[in-house]
């Protein structure tokens, strides 16, 4: 199995790594909330939020390229939706270009949107990134439930996160016999294939469940699990919640 | 069409976050009456299949490659109520695990990708196949044309999500997600259909389940 990117940095040991998954879960949460609510331009608030992402990232050990990289996963969705807005907004107009057949121009309006978007969906990905890598999904889950998300849900979630491993392994091996027997052909027929192995793919599962099932059932499984893992929430917790609260209130406070 | 953080304000985020919980908790009730608490198991093992599936990439026009949602897929074998817990899954694991999908954006993309596209897709499925009086052609080309809608409204939803937030003009979010979609959603449709016609050959017990 090579599934180095499942959860790859969450073994790491930091201050960071230490803290009770609420604690990060809920920070996090607050930093990506007060992000949003910025308004675009307010630069002097962004480059606040911007240090108390690098400094906590800093504390994390984690690799900084891993933590790029990684931050880059948006690219695609900004690519879809955020690119055209300068030339869409009304509003003064920064740079234009007559081609005789239309007018294209760009407005400052337009520019001061797509800098805001980037900037905070950036910022939001760099918080998002190092809560999961600092935190095993495990006690993620855990976390969650403590927090109030329904049993079954999490019971779902474990066992989905169980699977992955052994299902996108699965997957794989068929992409890898599919491309060595020269995948190509015309279109109908790629996705003839794709549709068999995804179905195939869908059999086992099933059939994998059912096993996993009568193997539980064997073992006295009753509907009931029963988790050895215990959270402890320490000070430390709670400090670094109150610390964080006031690093996020103060900016806007100053700045607004 | 996973929406980062950023995209959509507080008030939009919280907006989907509340239906979407107000679903998952519906799902869980009605899952746990149909199957007991007792499935948790299969249901794990399917939401892995799921994630697995959407790996499989295919082409689109121009060297672009899509993948896979699985949402009608999983709609049409396992019931809607089965497939939102599901996909909602699948979409918190790809959150909390790959950081597909911002924390703050999630409920309004399990909204979209979870519980729209399953929905959507279950009733063209379902209504089809109760009109041409249910044979194997009458599933095929419901869960065809169900796949392609599934597809299709979860990528509007998501452009009405991020115009409503102001981020996009209607002008822009629209044509841009709905419009890829159109082509995506064909691609869903043709692996949703060889999917279902694969199963039916070698397990339509498992389709039993379902529609009887």
């Known amino acids: ?256 | 069409m996973h929406i980062p953080d950023g995209f959509i304000d507080v008030p939009v985020a919280v907006t989907t976050f509340v239906v979407t919980v107000g679903a998952i908790a519906c799902a869980v009730k009605t899952t746990n009456h149909n199957l007991g608490e007792k499935q948790v198991p299969m249901m794990g093992v399917l939401a892995a299949f799921i994630f697995a599936a959407q790996m499989l990439n295919f082409p689109v026009v121009g060297g672009t490659s899509g993948h896979f949602l699985g949402a009608a897929l999983a709609a049409i074998l396992l019931g809607p109520w089965t497939a939102v817990l599901i996909m909602s899954s699948v979409l918190v694991v790809q959150c909390l695990v790959f950081q597909d999908g911002g924390l703050l954006a999630l409920g309004a993309n399990i909204l979209n990708m979870g519980i729209i596209s399953v929905f959507v897709s279950y009733y063209i499925y379902k209504g089809i196949y109760t009109l041409l009086k249910g044979n194997k052609a009458a599933r095929l080309i419901g869960a065809g044309i169900g796949a392609w809608f599934s597809v299709v409204a979860s990528a509007t939803a998501c452009a009405i999500e991020i115009a409503i937030s102001g981020t996009s003009p209607w002008e822009i979010a629209i044509p841009a997600m709905t419009g890829i979609h159109i082509f995506v959603g064909i691609g869903e449709s043709l692996i949703t259909v060889a999917v279902l016609s694969l199963v039916l050959v070698t397990r339509p017990d498992l389709l039993e389940l379902q529609v009887a």
């Open chain 1, 1 to 256: 199995m090579k599934h180095d990117f499942i959860d790859k940095y969450s073994n790491l040991d930091s201050f960071i790594h230490r803290l009770d998954p609420r604690t990060k879960f809920l920070t996090s949460l607050a930093l990506t909330i007060a992000v949003v609510l910025t308004p675009a331009g307010n630069w002097k608030v962004f480059l606040c939020y911007f240090l108390i992402l690098a400094v906590l990232i800093l504390f994390s050990r984690l690799p900084l390229l891993y933590v790029m990289k990684r931050s880059l996963v948006i690219i695609p969705f900004v690519l879809m939706v955020a690119i055209f807005i300068p030339f869409f907004k009304q509003g003064q107009i920064a740079v234009s270009y007559n081609s005789g057949l239309f007018q294209l121009s760009i407005t400052y309006d337009g520019i001061l949107i797509l800098t805001g978007i980037l900037i905070k969906s950036w910022l939001c990905i760099l918080s998002l990134v190092l809560l999961t890598s600092c935190t095993k999904l495990a006690d993620m889950l855990e976390g969650l439930k403590q927090l109030g998300v329904p049993h079954v849900f999490i019971l779902i979630l474990s066992f989905m996160y169980r699977y992955i491993f052994v299902l996108a392994d699965q997957a794989m091996r068929m992409q890898q016999a599919r491309d060595s027997r020269n995948f190509g052909g015309n279109y109908w027929h790629k996705f003839k294939i794709i549709g068999n192995m995804i179905g195939t793919l869908f059999i086992r599962s099933y059939e994998r469940g059912e096993r996993v099932y009568v193997a539980m059932l064997a073992r006295g499984y009753n509907g009931e699990v029963s988790a050895i893992r215990k959270l402890h929430y320490a000070p430390a917790d709670a400090y670094f919640s109150l610390l964080l609260f006031i690093l996020l209130l103060c900016p806007p406070l100053l700045w607004w």
